[in-house]
Structure formats: structure tokens, C-alpha cells
């Protein structure tokens, strides 16, 4: 789309946000001005490769400070507003669930606001090519335990935990803002990323950071969780394919097509651990030997599946990865990039519950 030029992203700094700026710096010729907080898993270490392009500009910047944020919407002049900002880690939302609220409901109340303030000062064809796209996820459906069905567009609301209910506010304030507001919007609601630059509290990262140094792999009660994997450059890929040709006050479901159970991908990274890291250690010989169950977390769904069907149908999309294909470049990545998880060590890298070994 010629007529968008500049792209506002909130939360670009989080494993999402930071693997779609370092694809539009670098693939395309939009100004992106990215806001973030940093928080503990926003890193800047993760936009280092395009931190000098021209095209590319930082503000360190609160979504809940209102003022600033208006500030920074009106002076970037944006096209396209991409909001990503959010908290994401269920345990954390059952043991701090107050941030949750602040900053996904309370902070993007203000984003939506600011943006609409904008939106109406524009005019003619500046305004009338304007797209705002809030990124959520298929947690906000619920559980489908039980049922060989899966997640559409039109499956009804039913959050378990309070990250999923604060992300489900959040859609319904953006879908408030386009009935009464007329604000151009549309939504995404994805089933779970992973790859490169991810924060280590995620299943994913944690299994293969925890695993190569030899410490117990904790896995949730039996392990038989199922969750539906999306590479995160395929979701990045299904993000800009919405925000440009989705239509306006549409929802367009973004899954993986990788229905695979919790226990099934720490075995995974396991074995291609076994491959690649061979252990040199008379206790064990493979990583699957670290495997521990501990006591489930709360209100833990059994299983989410997503229907991409709309989005491929409609705009021709699907992925391009597979999870054996995704899994082995996530973990080569992490092998090699010793500096990158330097940088992102600290006090909060442990998981908030990692319940106790049964």
C-alpha cells in the first residue's frame, strides 16, 4: 500500500515487536518509530542490527503516560499503528495480576485514545488510508479440552487466566473504539510464537537455556497441554499481509497449524539438543534425563488450535515454517548467540512459579 509511509509501533522492543521492526528496517523503506517501556523483556540488544538506519527511530515511553504518548503519535504522523505493547506471561498475571490491568487495558484505553484524537485531525487521503492493528492473542477464547474443534473468529470469548482476560478487554475496547468511533481498526489474535530474541521465561527459550546447563527441565503437571506453534517471522509476515490488505473492523486469526503437546516439545529440543550439544558427563547421557514434573499452574487450559482458514482464504496467507523446521533454527540461534542472553540476564530471568517437583 503506496500510501502508508510511516508506521508506529508500541511494545517494539519484545520478542514480536523487535522481530517486526528488524523486517521492516531492513526489508522495506517505512519510517518506524518504535515506543516501549522496557520492562524486564523488552531489550534494545534485539534491535542492535538496526539501530543506526535512518528509517528508524526509538522512544523509551510508557503507553499509560498519556500525555507523552499523544505527543510522540502527533509528531510521528503515522500511517499504520501497529500495538503490540503488552504484559504476555501467564504466570506473572496470577502472581502480579495488577500490571496486567495497567498496562493492557489501562494502556491501550490509551492508546486508542490517542490514536483517535489523531485520526480526527486528519484529512482527505491521509485520513482515509489510515489503519490502526491490535495484536492479540487466542488465549482470549479459552479452553478447548475435550473437543476436537478449534478457535475462529467467531468463537465466543471465555479467558482463564487474568493475562487472557486483560488481552480480551483490550479487543473488545478496540472493537468500542471502531463502533463508536468509526477508528479504522483491525485484529490479530495469534496462538504461541516462538524463535529468536525470545525472553527466557517462555517455554521454549527456558526448556533449551535450561537444558544446556544441565538443570532439571520443570514441565507443567503431566505435560499434555496442547498449544498450537507459530514461528514468530511467519506471524511478522501474517501481521503486515493484515495491516495492508486486511479488511477494516475485521478480526483475522494467526496460527502455526502446529498442534503439538507441552511434553512433546521439550522432548523435541531434548533430542535435537542431543544432537547438536552432545553431553560430556558420566551422570546422564541425554537432555530428556532433566525432565521433571512439578505441580500445574492455575486455571492452565489444556488446549489451544486455531483456524487460520479466514486469513488464508482472504489474503493468502500461510506459513512458511513447520515446527521441526522453526524448533532446529530457534535452537541454533540460541546456541550462537551467548551475548545476546548475557545481555538479558538478571534478577527477573527466572520464571515467577515453577511450581513444585511431584
Known amino acids: 500500500m503506496k500510501s502508508i509511509k510511516n508506521i508506529l509501533i508500541t511494545g517494539g522492543a519484545g520478542f514480536i515487536g523487535s522481530a517486526l521492526i528488524r523486517s521492516l528496517v531492513i526489508n522495506s523503506e517505512y519510517k518506524v518509530v518504535n515506543i516501549d517501556k522496557l520492562t524486564y523483556s523488552g531489550s534494545l540488544e534485539s534491535l542492535k542490527s538496526i539501530e543506526n538506519r535512518k528509517n528508524y527511530i526509538f522512544e523509551k515511553l510508557d503507553i499509560c503516560d498519556s500525555i507523552n504518548l499523544q505527543r510522540v503519535i502527533n509528531d510521528s504522523k503515522p500511517d499504520l499503528v501497529i500495538h503490540l505493547a503488552a504484559e504476555s506471561h501467564v504466570d506473572r498475571s496470577i502472581d502480579e495480576p495488577i500490571d496486567f490491568i495497567q498496562t493492557n487495558v489501562i494502556g491501550t484505553f490509551n492508546v486508542l485514545e490517542g490514536v483517535r484524537i ?10 482515509d488510508n489510515f489503519r490502526f492493528l491490535h495484536v492479540s492473542t487466542d488465549e482470549v477464547y479459552g479452553d478447548l479440552k475435550n473437543t476436537n474443534n478449534f478457535f475462529s473468529e467467531e468463537t465466543r470469548y471465555d479467558p482463564s487466566s487474568p493475562y487472557s482476560a486483560s488481552k ?17 481498526v483491525l485484529i490479530t489474535n495469534c496462538s504461541n510464537n516462538y524463535g529468536p530474541y525470545q525472553f527466557p521465561e517462555k517455554l521454549i527459550p527456558h526448556m533449551i537455556l535450561t537444558a544446556i546447563t544441565l538443570k532439571p527441565l520443570p514441565v507443567y503437571g503431566d505435560g499434555k497441554q496442547i498449544r498450537d506453534w507459530l514461528y514468530v517471522d511467519d506471524h511478522v509476515s501474517a501481521l503486515m499481509i493484515v495491516a495492508l490488505q486486511g479488511k477494516i473492523g475485521e478480526t483475522y486469526n ?12 521439550v522432548q523435541q529440543i531434548c533430542s535435537i539438543l542431543d544432537e547438536l550439544l552432545p553431553i560430556n558427563n558420566s551422570e546422564i547421557s541425554s537432555y530428556s534425563e532433566l525432565i521433571t514434573y512439578v505441580e500445574d499452574r492455575p486455571g492452565h487450559d489444556v488446549r489451544y488450535a486455531i ?52
Open 168 to 184: 480480551a478487554s483490550s479487543d473488545h475496547l478496540v472493537r468500542a473504539w471502531h463502533r463508536t468511533y468509526n477508528l479504522p
Open 118 to 127: 489523531y485520526y480526527q485531525s486528519l484529512k482527505g487521503l491521509k485520513k
Open 307 to 358: 483456524d487460520s482458514s479466514k486469513i488464508n482464504k482472504s489474503l493468502g496467507w500461510k506459513p512458511n515454517e513447520n515446527f521441526e523446521s522453526g524448533i532446529r533454527k530457534t535452537i541454533m540461534w540460541y546456541l550462537k548467540n551467548h551475548a545476546w542472553l548475557k545481555s538479558i540476564q538478571n534478577d527477573n530471568y527466572k520464571l515467577v512459579r515453577l511450581g513444585k517437583s511431584k
Open 254 to 265: 494467526i496460527g502455526g497449524n502446529n498442534e503439538i503437546k507441552n511434553i512433546e516439545v
